[in-house]
């Protein structure tokens, strides 16, 4: 288990209680606790100490609603180009039977740095809980600007460079909607506390109300 626990929303204590939770699941777990916080950073830094053929990938808020097994996620990596395999959830509502198992989106062509009107489809990798193949988390740890949000970069024109490297890979999405595996308890937990995820720049942007009519220990701003 590899952790990364951001100096954000939190007091240094609430930061070393969760290193204390992560270590009753596994003693030896690798945690990072660096003194900024950063988004694209922390998804980097822990891909990058990853080691195994398959990674899970998760953020502390999503909640699990039905059991996962090996059978339900290894055979998709049995093909090649299966980069991902991603949960579907509420929020990313992929129509699976409509629009086909792998997620992509789409980009305008661009001819000499122009838009063209034909738009493709490219790949649509996530920061949401799911599997990685090992190896292209790695090398995408390698590729991944600090400056901007990690999910965005891969697909919005903001990194050229990791767009290339993933570009002839799939992400897998599993679960139809309806019957999803996961649920993002991140929004609600936001709301609660007046805190608004913006994307400014292709960085992803936290902020909220004076701490006054809302959680104590949380932080003004971060950006990542």
Known sequence: MIANIDPVFGTSRAGEECAELIRAY???AEIFHPNEAGFAAAVARVWA?????IVLHLEDDWLLRKPVAPAD???FFAEKRTAQVSFNHANKNWDIAAKGPFCTIKRSRRLF????PMK??????LTSPSFYRGSVARSAARLLDPRFDPEKQF??????SL???????RNR????IGDYFIEDLGRAWRETRGIEKHLLDGQSVWSEAPPSSHAPDSMMLERA
């Open 113 to 116: 740095g122009l838009a063209l």
């Open 26 to 28: 596994d003693p030896q």
């Open 173 to 176: 999405v599993v679960g139809e």
């Open 49 to 53: 100490a990853s080691r195994a053929e």
């Open 155 to 160: 697909c919005r024109g903001l990194n050229p």
């Open 120 to 125: 493709i489809r490219i790949p649509n990798f």
């Open 73 to 75: 996620i290894l055979p």
């Open 163 to 169: 767009e290339a490297h993933v570009l002839r890979l």
